[in-house]
């Protein structure tokens, strides 16, 4: 029993340490209302193999259709296996590794980040960056390449991606690294949000 619970301890504290904006796991995904996924896929990605294998997941989407969701759910199976996860949005990655880079600490920064087995990164392309954030992104997906997971979201398909960057060379080397060994998730359909706030007017009615 003691086993146990110091178990269930070291799991509690592996899914608390990784930051998750809530904990919402893959039983509770709606997938029935948005066919546009391929379920077996996910599923698949649920094994975790693909974290062995240092490889990487994107979820393209407009927003509200369950890409947060599904890469929280991923990020806490990985998390109760004991691997090291870390969620932290895009605009926070930047603004952590600038921080970093202006109080001339940048080397040490990215090794923190590079310590995790997966880095979930959200929400990326809602703003352009500056060249200098864009090489920031660069060496830390450099430094991360064919070493450890990365699953990023975005709302932007990768052909406007030179457009956030604004750096097409970097982009076209990013996308390189990014996607060599890559599962990418394309889902098109409606926004679970709307969903939400439709059955909250459906019952306020009734």
């Known amino acids: 029993m003691e086993i146990k619970l110091r178990k269930e301890q070291a799991i509690i504290g592996c899914v608390k340490v990784a930051n998750f904006p809530f904990i919402k796991e893959i039983n509770e995904f709606d997938f029935g209302f948005q066919p546009s996924i391929d379920k077996a896929k996910i599923m698949d990605l649920m094994t975790l193999r693909f974290i062995e294998n240092s490889e990487n997941i994107i979820f393209c989407g407009t927003p509200g259709v369950g890409k947060t969701n599904l890469s929280v759910s991923i990020g806490i199976a990985a998390a109760k296996q004991r691997y090291c996860v870390y969620f932290i949005t895009f605009q926070n990655l930047i603004a952590q590794l600038k921080k970093a880079a202006s109080e001339n600490r940048l080397d040490a920064r990215i090794k ?69 060994h890559c599962s990418v998730i394309n889902i098109n359909g409606p926004s679970y949000r709307l969903k939400d706030q439709m059955q909250h007017m459906i019952e306020d009615a009734s």
């Open 112 to 180: 923190w980040f590079c310590r995790y087995k997966l880095l979930i990164i959200d929400e990326l392309g809602y703003q352009r960056m500056d060249v200098d954030s864009a090489n920031l992104f660069f060496n830390l997906i450099s430094k991360r390449y064919e070493k450890s997971s990365t699953v990023i979201t975005t709302n932007s398909p990768f052909s406007k991606w030179a457009d956030i960057f604004q750096e097409p060379v970097l982009t076209n080397a990013l996308l390189d690294r990014l996607l060599h």
